[in-house]
T-cell receptor, first 113, second 115 residues
Framework: AQSVTQLDSQVPVFEEAPVELRCNYSSSVSVYLFWYVQYPNQGLQLLLKYLSGSTLVKGINGFEAEFNKSQTSFHLRKPSVHISDTAEYFCAVIETGANNLFFGTGTRLTVIP | EPEVTQTPSHQVTQMGQEVILRCVPISNHLYFYWYRQILGQKVEFLVSFYNNEISEKSEIFDDQFSVERPDGSNFTLKIRSTKLEDSAMYFC?????????????FGPGTRLTVL
C-alpha cells in the first residue's frame, strides 16, 4: 500500500527567507510525484511534477523539488518566499499502473511580512 | 485560460437526501475525476471516468455514489442518500490525452454540508 507523509502541518516563515516543505512516500512500485498548491477559496494547482529524468525539478513561481529515491523523499523548496506564497501545499503520488493521485495531508505555508 | 468549474460552491442538505454535484471539465479533456477532502484530512480519490465509463474507483465510492456525463460538457457526482460523514469538500478534476500522468486540472470545489 502506498502512503504520503507531510510531517509539517504548518510552516511559518518570514518574507524573503528560504523554505523547505517535506514530503516522504512509500510504495511497493515506482511512483510519479507531484506538488499541488491550493490558494484560499481556489482549487488545486499543479506546481511541479517528477516523472523521470533529472531528479531536480523546477516548477512555477520559483519552486523546485528534488526526488531522492534512496530516501523516498520529494521535498519542495523555494530560496526566497513572498507573501503571495501563503497557501496549502499538497504532495501527491501516482503509482505506475494506477489511475489516481494519492495525496498527503498538506502543509500550510504562512509567509510573515 | 481554460479551467474546470464546479457548481454549486456550497451545498447544504438534510441527511438522507440526494445531492448532485456538477462539474464542467476543460473542453478537450478526456479523463475526469472526483476527489473529496473531509475537513482537516487529506484529499482522497473517489473515482475516475474515461470513455463514458468508470475506469477506477476507491473503497469510498460505494453504491450510494454514481457519476454521469449526461452531455458533452457536464460531469456529475450523485450521492443518493447523504450521510453526516459525506460532509466534505468535493473536487472535480480533468486531464487531457496521455491521461494518467498528465496534469490533472482541479476545480475550486463544492463544499457539501450534511445536517
Amino acid at each position: 500500500a502506498q502512503s504520503v507523509t507531510q510531517l509539517d502541518s504548518q510552516v511559518p516563515v518570514f518574507e524573503e527567507a528560504p523554505v523547505e516543505l517535506r514530503c516522504n512516500y512509500s510504495s511497493s512500485v515506482s511512483v510519479y510525484l507531484f506538488w499541488y498548491v491550493q490558494y484560499p477559496n481556489q482549487g488545486l494547482q499543479l506546481l511541479l511534477k517528477y516523472l523521470s529524468g533529472s531528479t531536480l525539478v523546477k516548477g512555477i513561481n520559483g519552486f523546485e523539488a528534488e526526488f531522492n529515491k534512496s530516501q523516498t523523499s520529494f521535498h519542495l523548496r523555494k530560496p526566497s518566499v513572498h507573501i503571495s506564497d501563503t497557501a496549502e501545499y499538497f504532495c501527491a503520488v501516482i503509482e505506475t499502473g494506477a489511475n489516481n493521485l494519492f495525496f498527503g495531508t498538506g502543509t500550510r505555508l504562512t509567509v510573515i511580512p | 485560460e481554460p479551467e474546470v468549474t464546479q457548481t454549486p460552491s456550497h451545498q447544504v442538505t438534510q441527511m438522507g437526501q440526494e445531492v448532485i454535484l456538477r462539474c464542467v471539465p476543460i473542453s478537450n479533456h478526456l479523463y475526469f475525476y472526483w476527489y473529496r477532502q473531509i475537513l482537516g484530512q487529506k484529499v482522497e480519490f473517489l473515482v475516475s471516468f474515461y470513455n463514458n465509463e468508470i475506469s477506477e474507483k476507491s473503497e469510498i465510492f460505494d453504491d450510494q455514489f454514481s457519476v454521469e456525463r449526461p452531455d458533452g460538457s457536464n460531469f456529475t457526482l450523485k450521492i443518493r442518500s447523504t450521510k453526516l460523514e459525506d460532509s466534505a469538500m468535493y473536487f472535480c478534476a480533468s486531464s487531457g490525452a496521455g491521461g494518467l500522468y498528465n496534469e490533472q486540472f482541479f476545480g475550486p470545489g463544492t463544499r457539501l454540508t450534511v445536517l
